[in-house]
Structures are given as structure tokens and as C-alpha cells.
């Protein structure tokens, strides 16, 4: 009691006040720092005293879209940890396509919590998106690190031992679909850069069709460059500038990697082919992510597969009007979600 008591006074105040700070000033008191691991240097943002949290970005994200989270949470208890994962913001962007698959992802984590936080035996772990895939192979490849884990968007995906994963996009989909149109090294980086970085950024933060995306080539994102874009009142010029900066540095194409490792993680992982996720999860989705709206997706979620994979998932919420960048788009919701279910443990 005493516990929801203080969320709700905390929250009360995030409610009423920090929506009108700015992006800037709610960055105030998150610590900064690399650490080297697995053979790069990885950023890592943190703020906060008590039980750890992981959160893990997608793309294209980076560690700054856990902001709202980072804020809450920390002032709730915990500690809050985000990295920029490899390929992105201040972390080393490894040269080689290769580089990028889910076990050299993994093993970055691992021993970025070996680094920064070595007396901690399990953690609690908040993915979204790529991050959301990343937490699932986390808990698939050393659950014995994991306490608890509250994901975002995506659920669990088996592996299929038969077809690797882009003929099955490709035959679903085709080759205009943005994850087939990312496989060719350059090809649509020379398109993103024709449509400029901030631009290429709003387009995909403000993707609120529930259909699959599809980026015809030379088409960019369907309608014209110098057309306007409309930000949402979850996300203002200044977050945008913010993401511009940090991928002018970097490009897309370390993003872009995760994407080209989709068969090759599925050949590596032949090992866990039938594995379940033992570890306790809650999982959230807007009822307008494209994710969501996949084929199969919702009877796998909600009709057995989903529980059959993850026999301790305990929870499945949809939240109605919300797009892919849900934690972005409904901050105070997702924070109370994760508050709420890493209170059980």
C-alpha cells in the first residue's frame, strides 16, 4: 500500500508538471558514461538508487526514447540503466554487417551488467521493439540474469526450423516491404540520406498505420519531401532535433544491420529451436501497432501460442489508440505498468 501510495503522489506531480518541462531539462541528473565490452565502447545513460532495470531501445531509437521511463522510475526506487545498443548514438558502430546479430547484442549486455552493476545476481529488463527481440533472446540465452521482464510491441517469435525468416517476409510481404527494402547494404541508406536524417526520423516516429509499412524504391515514404509533417503531442521538434543530431554522427546503417542478421540469427540459434521463456514477462501493445496487426499475430497472442512459448507470461495488455512507440506516445500508462509489475518481485 505504502508503495502505490507513493507512486500515485509521484505521479500526481509527473503528470501535472514534467509534461511541461522540457525534453532538455527532464535529461537533468541522468548520468553519462562508456564502458568497454564485448569489444566495443558502449554509452550507457543512468539514473537512479535501488533494483536495476534494463531498458533495451529499437530501432530507429536510442537510448533517449526510455526518457519518460528513465524520469519515473528513477524516482520511484530504481535504477534506472539504458544503452545505446551497438550501431547506435554514442555506442561504436562495428563495420561488419556480420556484427550485429542477437548473440554479439546479448553478449553486449551481459557484460555492460557485468561493468556497471557486478553485484547484481538477476535484473528486471523493459524492451521495445528490436529491444523487445533482444530481451527475448536475453531471456532464452541467460534467464538465470533475468528477474522479471515487462516488453513492448513485440511478442515472442518461435523459431521456425523450416523457413528462415525473410522468405517468409519476402513471400508475405514482398520486396517492398521496408525489412525486405533494408537487405541490400547502401541501398536504402542513399535514399535516406536523398530524403535527408531529421525527415527520415519524423517519418518513422509518426507511423501510425496499422498495416505493414512499404517503401517502394525511389518512392521514400509515399508522398512528397517537402510535404508537411503534423508531430504528435507526445513528440516536439526539439525530441526530433535531439534524435537528428546523434544520427548524423552514426547513419542508419548499424540500425539497418540488425535487420540484415535475420537469417543468420536464425541459423545461429538453431540450439533453441522449440526453447521456452521461463522467466516471469507482462507484455503491452497498442491496438494500432503494425506489429500487432501482423497475420497471425493477434490469434498467437491471444489465443494460446503465446502462453504456450512463455508459460510464465502473466499478462497481456492492449491499449486502444495507441501506435508502435507506445512508451513514448503513453508515457504515465507504461510507467504505472512497470512500476505495478516489478513491485511483485
Not at 521493439?129 to 521482464?149: C, F, I, Q
Not at 515487462?150 to 523450416?162: A, M
Request: aromatic share 14%.
Amino acid at each position: 500500500m505504502f508503495l502505490f501510495s507513493r507512486f500515485m503522489q509521484k505521479f500526481t506531480f509527473i503528470g501535472t508538471s514534467l509534461r511541461l518541462k522540457s525534453s532538455m531539462s527532464m535529461m537533468e541528473g541522468i548520468e553519462h558514461r562508456t564502458v568497454s565490452v564485448n569489444g566495443i565502447n558502449m554509452h550507457i545513460a543512468e539514473k537512479g538508487q535501488g533494483p536495476l532495470i534494463l531498458f533495451i531501445h529499437g530501432f530507429p531509437d536510442l537510448w533517449y526514447s526510455w526518457r519518460h521511463q528513465i524520469t519515473a522510475l528513477a524516482s520511484l526506487g530504481y535504477r534506472c540503466v539504458a544503452p545505446d545498443l551497438r550501431g547506435f548514438g554514442d555506442t561504436d558502430v562495428p563495420a561488419s554487417a556480420t556484427s550485429y546479430t542477437n548473440l554479439h547484442v546479448v553478449g553486449d549486455l551481459i557484460g555492460a551488467l557485468d561493468a556497471i552493476a557486478p553485484q547484481e545476481e538477476k535484473v528486471f529488463v523493459v524492451g521495445h521493439d528490436w529491444g523487445a527481440l533482444t530481451a527475448w533472446s536475453l531471456s532464452l540465452y541467460r534467464p538465470e540474469r533475468v528477474k522479471a521482464m515487462l516488453n513492448l510491441s513485440v511478442p515472442f517469435t518461435p523459431r521456425n526450423p523450416i523457413r528462415k525468416p525473410l522468405h517468409i517476409l519476402r513471400a508475405v510481404y514482398g520486396n517492398d516491404y521496408y525489412i525486405s527494402r533494408f537487405q541490400e547494404p547502401g541501398d536504402i541508406e542513399a535514399e535516406f540520406a536523398q530524403i535527408g536524417t531529421a525527415r527520415v526520423l519524423k517519418e518513422f516516429l509518426t507511423y501510425r498505420n496499422p498495416g505493414p509499412l512499404y517503401l517502394p524504391k525511389g518512392k521514400g515514404f509515399g508522398h512528397p519531401v517537402d510535404s508537411p509533417i503534423v508531430l504528435p503531442a507526445w513528440l516536439s521538434e526539439e525530441e526530433c532535433n535531439y534524435y537528428a543530431s546523434k544520427y548524423d554522427k552514426t547513419g542508419f546503417t548499424g540500425g539497418l544491420n540488425y535487420y540484415r542478421n535475420l537469417d543468420l540469427n536464425w541459423e545461429l540459434t538453431a540450439p533453441w529451436t522449440g526453447a521456452q521463456v521461463k522467466i516471469p514477462v507482462k507484455f503491452i501493445v497498442g491496438d494500432l501497432d503494425l506489429t500487432y496487426n501482423a497475420p497471425g499475430a493477434k490469434d498467437y497472442i491471444h489465443k494460446g501460442g503465446f502462453k504456450r512459448d512463455v508459460p510464465l507470461l502473466e499478462d497481456v495488455v492492449v491499449i486502444e489508440g495507441a501506435g508502435h512507440f507506445i512508451h513514448q506516445e503513453r508515457p504515465h500508462e507504461i510507467n504505472k505498468h512497470i512500476f505495478d509489475f516489478f513491485g511483485n518481485f
